[in-house]
Protein backbone atom coordinates (compact mmCIF):
# COMPACT_ATOMS: atom_id res chain seq x y z
CA UNK A 1 0.00 0.00 0.00
CA UNK A 2 1.29 3.32 -0.85
CA UNK A 3 2.49 5.84 1.92
CA UNK A 4 -0.61 8.01 2.39
CA UNK A 5 0.47 11.94 2.00
CA UNK A 6 -0.62 14.51 4.52
CA UNK A 7 -2.43 16.55 2.69
CA UNK A 8 -4.83 14.29 1.57
CA UNK A 9 -5.90 13.67 4.80
CA UNK A 10 -6.07 17.59 4.95
CA UNK A 11 -8.62 18.51 2.46
CA UNK A 12 -11.02 17.56 4.96
CA UNK A 13 -11.98 19.52 7.63
CA UNK A 14 -12.90 17.62 11.34
CA UNK A 15 -16.39 18.18 10.84
CA UNK A 16 -19.28 19.09 8.02
CA UNK A 17 -21.57 21.02 8.24
CA UNK A 18 -25.24 19.77 8.86
CA UNK A 19 -26.58 20.54 5.61
CA UNK A 20 -24.11 18.01 4.01
CA UNK A 21 -25.04 15.13 6.50
CA UNK A 22 -26.78 11.84 5.36
CA UNK A 23 -30.52 11.88 5.59
CA UNK A 24 -33.07 9.57 4.78
CA UNK A 25 -31.03 6.49 4.66
CA UNK A 26 -28.07 7.86 2.73
CA UNK A 27 -24.29 6.73 4.02
CA UNK A 28 -21.68 8.95 3.49
CA UNK A 29 -18.38 7.37 3.06
CA UNK A 30 -15.79 9.24 4.81
CA UNK A 31 -12.26 9.91 2.39
CA UNK A 32 -10.15 9.32 4.96
CA UNK A 33 -11.43 5.87 5.80
CA UNK A 34 -11.32 4.84 2.32
CA UNK A 35 -8.05 6.54 1.69
CA UNK A 36 -7.21 4.16 4.90
CA UNK A 37 -8.53 0.62 3.35
CA UNK A 38 -5.86 1.13 0.29
CA UNK A 39 -8.80 2.91 -1.77
CA UNK A 40 -7.83 5.54 -4.60
CA UNK A 41 -10.02 9.17 -5.00
CA UNK A 42 -9.25 10.82 -8.36
CA UNK A 43 -10.45 14.45 -8.27
CA UNK A 44 -11.61 16.24 -11.67
CA UNK A 45 -12.22 19.26 -12.22
CA UNK A 46 -15.24 19.27 -14.34
CA UNK A 47 -16.57 22.50 -16.75
CA UNK A 48 -17.78 25.31 -14.53
CA UNK A 49 -17.03 25.90 -10.75
CA UNK A 50 -17.60 21.70 -9.67
CA UNK A 51 -15.44 19.08 -9.05
CA UNK A 52 -15.94 15.34 -8.80
CA UNK A 53 -14.67 12.56 -6.43
CA UNK A 54 -14.52 8.93 -7.72
CA UNK A 55 -13.62 6.32 -5.57
CA UNK A 56 -12.00 3.36 -6.39
CA UNK A 57 -11.16 0.06 -5.08
CA UNK A 58 -7.74 -2.01 -5.70
CA UNK A 59 -8.86 -3.64 -9.08
CA UNK A 60 -10.23 -0.03 -9.89
CA UNK A 61 -14.14 -0.66 -9.61
CA UNK A 62 -15.95 2.80 -8.99
CA UNK A 63 -17.12 2.17 -5.16
CA UNK A 64 -18.36 5.85 -4.77
CA UNK A 65 -18.86 9.12 -6.16
CA UNK A 66 -19.87 12.17 -5.14
CA UNK A 67 -19.60 16.50 -6.64
CA UNK A 68 -20.05 19.65 -5.21
CA UNK A 69 -18.69 23.69 -5.85
CA UNK A 70 -14.81 22.50 -4.44
CA UNK A 71 -12.79 19.88 -3.85
CA UNK A 72 -14.42 19.61 0.06
CA UNK A 73 -17.31 19.45 -1.17
CA UNK A 74 -17.30 16.15 -3.85
CA UNK A 75 -15.58 14.54 -1.22
CA UNK A 76 -17.91 15.29 1.64
CA UNK A 77 -20.99 13.82 -0.95
CA UNK A 78 -19.06 10.35 -2.11
CA UNK A 79 -21.81 7.94 -1.65
CA UNK A 80 -21.74 4.51 -2.80
CA UNK A 81 -23.98 3.44 -5.88
CA UNK A 82 -27.75 3.22 -5.93
CA UNK A 83 -28.80 -0.33 -5.67
CA UNK A 84 -29.52 -1.48 -9.05
CA UNK A 85 -27.55 1.38 -10.55
Known amino acids: ?10 LIPPWSPPATW ?12 LL ?3 HTIL ?3 LPGPAYSAVARDS ?16 LRRLR ?3 AGA
Request: cysteine-free; charged content about 30%.
Open 22 to 33: PTGGEHRLAPED
Open 80 to 82: PPE
Open 36 to 38: RDG
Open 43 to 45: LTQ
Open 59 to 74: DGKPIATGQGESVNEA
Open 1 to 10: MWPQPVFERA
